[in-house]
C-alpha cells in the first residue's frame, strides 16, 4: 500500500534521485530555465522552491544548508546574490511549468520549468494588460459637453492673431 508516499520516485534510489534534483536545480539557478519530462519537473518543484525561499534571509546558516543539497558554490552565490533580490516580495510559486508537448523517442510529455521571475515576455504581456484596462458604461457620452471644448480653443486663437498685428 502507498500510505503517505507523496512524492514521486522516479524510477530511482534515493541517492540518485537526490543526485538528480540536485543537478536540476544547479542548471534552474544557473540558466533559469531548464526543458525536461513533466514528472521531473514536479519533482524538481518540490525539491527546488523550499531552497529558493531560503535565499530570501541572506545567512551563514542559509547558505550553508541550501550548500549541502546543492553541493555547487557558484549556483548558491547566484541563488543568494540575484535570484534573492527579484523573489523578495514574492510569497512563493517561485517557479513556472509549461507543457511543450510529447517527445518524439518514447512520447513522454515535456515541459519547460523556469524561475518566474525571469521570464521577460511575460512580465511585459502583464504590464501590458494591467495599462490597457478601462470601465465603460452602457451610457453613451453627452454630446452637449464636448461642442463648447472644441469651440474655446478656437476663441482664443483669434484673440492672439487680433493681437499681433497691433504688435507690429
Keep these: 500500500m502507498r500510505h503517505n508516499k507523496k512524492f514521486n520516485h522516479l ?3 534515493k541517492a540518485h534521485r537526490d543526485a538528480l534534483l540536485a543537478n536540476m536545480t ?3 539557478i544557473m540558466k533559469k530555465r531548464i526543458f525536461t519530462t513533466l514528472a521531473k519537473a514536479k519533482a524538481l518543484r ?3 522552491e523550499p531552497l529558493i525561499n531560503r535565499a530570501k534571509e541572506d545567512s551563514m546558516a542559509n547558505r550553508r544548508l541550501v550548500f549541502s543539497y546543492l553541493k555547487n558554490k557558484y549556483a548558491v552565490s547566484e541563488l543568494f546574490r540575484e535570484i534573492s533580490q527579484k523573489i523578495a516580495e514574492r510569497n512563493g510559486g517561485y517557479t513556472r511549468i509549461l507543457k511543450t508537448g510529447n517527445r518524439l ?11 518566474v521571475d525571469y521570464n521577460e515576455a511575460m512580465l511585459k ?4 494588460k ?3 484596462r478601462t470601465r465603460r458604461s452602457r451610457k453613451a457620452a453627452p454630446k452637449a459637453e ?3 471644448a472644441a469651440e474655446a480653443p478656437v ?9 499681433l498685428p497691433a504688435a507690429e
Design 11 to 13: 524510477g530511482r534510489k
Design 26 to 28: 544547479v542548471s534552474l
Design 46 to 48: 518540490m525539491y527546488a
Design 105 to 115: 523517442g518514447d512520447n513522454a510529455q515535456m515541459c519547460m520549468i523556469e524561475l
Design 125 to 128: 504581456e502583464k504590464t501590458a
Design 130 to 132: 494591467k495599462a490597457g
Design 146 to 148: 464636448v461642442a463648447p
Design 155 to 163: 476663441a482664443e486663437a483669434s484673440a492672439e492673431e487680433k493681437e
